[in-house]
């Protein structure tokens, strides 16, 4: 059973960055596509940030986060990385990382494509 661990949440001042790991084992990485959600108390979960396997590197951001959120992977570490820049209150949230075994195409944002998740990690911007 694939198993994923986030790490690298905590208190970060607006406008600052912040780099969240998404480490999996149990699993063969590079044979999944990872996908960054987050969801803020009291709203639906939200697909921020996604990509496919690491020799074709195809990524997707939400709207709220192009520009700001970059994911990447290191299949040699079994780690993805969603790296936050510029960050706002408004991306205060718990941030989940989640996969599917998948070979080609494009990445989805969507919740029910993923079958495995960690148990996300909190990120809280203060002003």
């Known amino acids: 059973q694939p198993q994923l661990e986030e790490s690298g949440g905590g208190l970060v001042h607006n406008g600052g960055s912040l780099r969240l790991s998404c480490t999996g084992s149990?699993?063969?990485?590079?044979?999944?596509?990872i996908g960054w959600f987050r969801q803020a108390p009291g709203k639906e979960r939200e697909g921020v940030a996604c990509?496919?396997?690491?020799?074709?590197?195809?990524?997707d951001y939400s709207d709220s986060v192009k520009g700001r959120f970059t994911v990447s992977r290191d299949n040699t570490k079994n780690t993805a990385y969603l790296q936050m820049n510029s960050v706002k209150p408004e991306d205060t949230a718990v941030y989940y990382c989640?996969?599917?075994?998948?070979?080609?195409?494009?990445?989805?944002?969507?919740?029910?494509?993923?079958?495995?998740w960690g148990q996300g990690t909190q990120v809280t911007v203060f002003s």
């Open positions: 149990e699993m063969t990485f590079y044979g999944y596509y």
């Open positions: 989640a996969a599917v075994p998948r070979f080609e195409g494009m990445c989805e944002r969507t919740e029910h494509e993923y079958g495995y």
């Open positions: 990509i496919s396997r690491s020799s074709v590197n195809i990524t």
